[in-house]
């Protein structure tokens, strides 16, 4: 108990000092306006990486569809701040933005999760797959206004949404969703970095997160203990994909122009976080959340080695990979840690 | 009134009758033991009591509630937990935590308490560990609550399985092969747990074993089971001194 307290202390901790000194990188215009804008992407990703490491490495159940999650999450609320913007406070309306956004996504997270987490194998991971390709080909074809007299919603074109002149397009088809207010920052995307942690984190070390894993350790033996398999499963799953969604949220504030595009929302997506989660350790979160951040800018931070940036991010992904999950280098890194705290208490002694 | 009452038990697979008119009366308090030789249907018998087969025919009661056909999580809910004959921990949780898992049912706090660490969460947190670590005393595992349960040694593993079963407070213990894989020693300790746990908590067991030592040993009564039915039941002692039961394990 006191362990785990204090591993998710110190995983806050990181966060914050990381964000700290990113701060004042960026106050004291030691960082190109590149790397600005490579920080709340950088922290997005991290916070959808936290949420399929809770779908991946805690529940057991293999997502290949995180980012149509994310999609959901991105288009409902920009379409809430749209609506809404001007006629309340910036503040309140990106709070209402990103809770609608978060609970479009569960929704969206729930009515997968009844047909198909009652079954047991690897349905999950195709229907999610097949669901990310369908909520992106979906958006890409809706047209959606709102004027005096309501909403107004086509597949065909924008001039088939009849709009008054007083109307508005929402949804422009495969042009996307334009003019969403830029509210996320570096500041926004860390706190609800941080609130993703606090309750992931929380919920592992809670009754609800026990019974979770107790499902991806032993289906069998957590039915014979009394546990209600379909009921944590669907908890876990809905949690993943909520905050998958409050990633989405920092994403469609952030873009001038949100396009459902395979881009920012397709299978490579969902295959990239995936990445992240595998190489930070599955069922690690801190590490989920650092192997995103280190893995999203190594290519764009490489941009200027040209013809040897992959080279080098594919060397980057097989060292993780050998440092995360070989035992011989697992057990010295252990010690290592072992003894560097023990010479660090002696010194504090 | 017993405690667990089964009557005309079947189940078929394909055109195999697994188990074919089995019937078990236990009163309270009893140590039962089931035996017969590979494949006669033992580990079947579990299965059906604990929902994980549905019977094709027959009735199970426990504690004079009727309880056929109920899934797997109700009938813990119900009153039986089992262990496995292949041992199935929760490997990759902490000791106490696998007694926790058992311990869920009779601690309660909502999901936004489980997130935000809030309302009930501490308190109820704090007397689940404290049940836990009772538990664990009396299978002497207090040292290794923080071990992974995947790092124990086997005899202890065997332990943490009865102890977490017994964590859900059921009514009647199921133990499948519970010294399956034992050395003598570890056989002669498991022997002292069992009795351990029907004095300390006034535990109705049925236990599937084949170590012939362990069963005359603890064991009040018999039932033998060969190709799916019954061929004796009664005390151990003149269960195992049936011809039958002697042509049924070792040959003529």
Redesign the interface.
């Known amino acids: 108990m006191r362990k785990t307290q204090k591993k998710t202390l110190i995983t806050y901790a990181i966060v914050i000092i990381a964000y700290i000194i990113l701060e004042i990188f960026m106050k004291a215009g030691l960082m190109s306006s590149h790397l600005k804008g490579l920080l709340v992407p950088m922290v997005y990703y991290a916070i959808a990486a936290v949420a399929l490491n809770l779908c991946v490495g805690i529940l057991g159940e293999l997502s290949l569809g995180h980012a149509g999650f994310m999609c959901v999450g991105a288009f409902s609320s920009a379409i809430v701040s749209q609506l809404l913007s001007g006629a309340i406070p910036d503040a309140l309306r990106f709070i209402l933005a990103l809770i609608i956004g978060v609970v479009i996504s569960a929704l969206f997270g729930m009515l997968i999760g009844i047909p198909v987490l009652r079954l047991n194998g690897d349905y999950l991971a195709i229907v999610t797959l097949a669901f990310g390709e369908i909520i992106k080909n979906i958006l890409n074809s809706i047209y959606l206004g709102v004027d005096s007299a309501g909403v107004h919603l086509s597949l065909k074109s924008q001039m088939a949404l009849g709009l008054a002149d007083d109307g508005k397009v929402l949804i422009n088809g495969a042009m996307g969703i334009t003019g969403t207010p830029q509210d996320s920052n570096f500041t926004i995307a860390i706190v609800v970095l941080l609130i993703s942690l606090f309750i992931v984190q929380n919920m592992i070390d809670s009754r609800d997160g026990r019974a979770i894993m107790s499902i991806r350790d032993n289906r069998i033996a957590s039915e014979s203990v009394g546990i209600n398999i379909t009921k944590y499963k669907m908890t876990g799953f809905v949690v993943s994909a909520a905050i998958a969604g409050a990633a989405g949220v920092l994403f469609s504030h952030n873009i001038a122009t949100m396009q459902a595009t395979s881009q920012y929302f397709g299978y490579n997506v969902s295959i990239m976080i995936l990445v992240y989660v595998v190489l930070g350790g599955i069922g690690n979160i801190r590490g989920s959340v650092i192997a995103a951040c280190i893995l999203y800018l190594l290519p764009e931070l490489l941009r200027g080695l040209n013809k040897y940036r992959m080279l080098i991010y594919s060397i980057v992904l097989i060292v993780m990979m050998i440092i995360n999950w070989s035992p011989a280098l697992r057990d010295k890194r252990d010690k290592l840690r072992k003894k560097l705290m023990k010479g660090a208490g002696h010194g504090a002694a | 009134m017993a405690l667990l009452e089964v009557t005309n038990l079947s189940i078929t697979f394909g055109g195999l009758r697994a188990v074919d008119n089995f019937n078990l009366t236990m009163e309270k308090g009893e140590l039962y033991g089931l035996i017969g030789p590979n494949g006669a249907g033992k580990t079947t018998v579990f299965n059906l009591l604990?929902g994980?087969y549905k019977a094709d025919e027959g009735l199970i009661k426990l504690d004079g509630l009727d309880i056929t056909g109920h899934?797997?999580?109700?009938i813990?809910?119900d009153g039986i937990?089992?262990t496995?004959q292949n041992i199935?921990?929760?490997?990759?949780?902490p000791v106490i935590?696998n007694v926790?898992?058992?311990l869920?049912?009779q601690?309660?706090?909502s999901?936004a308490?489980?997130?935000?660490?809030c309302g009930r969460?501490h308190k109820?947190?704090k007397e689940?560990?404290e049940e836990a670590m009772k538990l664990l005393g009396v299978f002497d595992l207090d040292k290794e609550r923080?071990y992974l349960s995947a790092n124990l040694p086997y005899g202890k593993q065997r332990k943490l399985e009865i102890a977490?079963?017994m964590?859900?407070k059921p009514k009647l213990l199921l133990l499948d092969e519970p010294a399956a894989g034992m050395n003598p020693n570890e056989t002669a300790e498991l022997m002292e747990t069992i009795q351990l746990i029907r004095d300390k908590f006034d535990m109705t067991i049925l236990l599937i074993e084949h170590d012939m030592k362990l069963v005359s040993g603890i064991c009040e009564k018999l039932t033998v089971l060969n190709f799916g039915r019954i061929l004796a039941h009664g005390d151990t002692k003149d269960v195992l001194a049936n011809p039958e039961v002697i042509k049924a394990y070792i040959g003529e």
């Open positions: 604990t994980v899934r797997t999580a109700e813990d809910r937990a089992r496995f199935r921990l929760f490997k990759d949780l935590d926790k898992v058992g869920h049912n601690f309660n706090y999901t308490e489980s997130m935000l660490h969460y109820v947190e689940m560990d923080d977490r079963a964590a859900t």
